[in-house]
């Protein structure tokens, strides 16, 4: 049985030793538009400051991972189109493989607002290792203050981690409170307090973004908020525009409790797919539902029974329990 998968991430790598433990005779092919293998993707705020950017620090599994477990890891190249009446799927490259069963874990993508500027070189999102990469660049040539754009969770780890580098940032947020979507307005409250008092920080809430310009982000009432670097993180979106149009999707590509997507012999699972109505965007999810759909691309039977949305809170000295309480480290 040939077993191909998309994607090169946790959901890629999940589903990937899900079918090889399920299928051992299988041949399974993992084909990842990115450049290291599957890694914790998590962890690359953590790295923007870091001595170096080592992709090794941070992979879900070493290097020989693969090999050991009879598992090809295609690099760099990307799945472009599918014809599922040949059961053929073709990468970038033009290389059309046959698959008998096919795993779409292609994830999703930074969303960044089309505002005029959006575009700009000093304009950044932190979604994959080469974001990562382009982002400490910007910082060792030379670029002293950044604007954060999106005050949700990971916007949080962003400034956290910039501060780290030693640079000033000034941190946008459209609400008129921090995580307005995740905690009390009590916590919220405690928390841009206990923020005011770090140096080198400044909070603006209720900020709406008109433009960003190589000095910075220009706000609807334009006043010019000064940054070399702006990061945005506004959110992800399923990386599916345009993309297998076969496969039925609404904001995901829609899948049953088997990750199967509608069209035969074909799964999907991840931050590409909606399940229960829901993108979810969360690692331990992704991550369950990549085991189900590689049991079943390897001709088990298993179905994906829904976890709890667990956001996790644990940056600029906060942690958040259980019980969605924020209490200050
Ligand atoms: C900075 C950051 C911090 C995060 N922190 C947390 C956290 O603390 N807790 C949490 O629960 N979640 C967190 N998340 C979200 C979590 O990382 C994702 O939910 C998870 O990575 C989804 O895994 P995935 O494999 O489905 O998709 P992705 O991680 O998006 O991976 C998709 C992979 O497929 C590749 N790909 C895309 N298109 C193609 C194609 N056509 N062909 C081949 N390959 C393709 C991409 O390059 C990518 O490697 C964070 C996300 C980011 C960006």
Redesign the pocket.
Known sequence: MDIVI???????FEAAAAARRTAPEARIAV????SVPPYR??A??GLICAAEADAEKILIRPRDFYGKNAIELHLGT??ETVDPAKKTAVFSGGAAVSYDRLVV????RAFVPDLPGAKGGNVFS???FDDLVSIRAKLAAGARTAVVVGGGI?GL?AVDALLKCGIGVTLLEQADRLLSRNISPEDSLMMMRALEEIKNFRLVCRAETREVTGKGVVLADGTLISGDLVLFSTGSRP?IDG?LPQLPRERGLLVDDRMRTGVEDIFAC???VQFGGKVC????I?RAMAAVAGVNAAGGGTVYMPKADAI?LNTLGFRMSNDGKVTKK
């Open positions: 998309a994607g090169g991430s946790v959901s890629a084909y990842s538009a990115e993707r998590p690359l705020p990307r799945l874990a292609v994830g999703g932190l979604r994959n990971l780890e990386a993309f991840g931050d590409c965007g969360l690692y331990a992704s996790m």
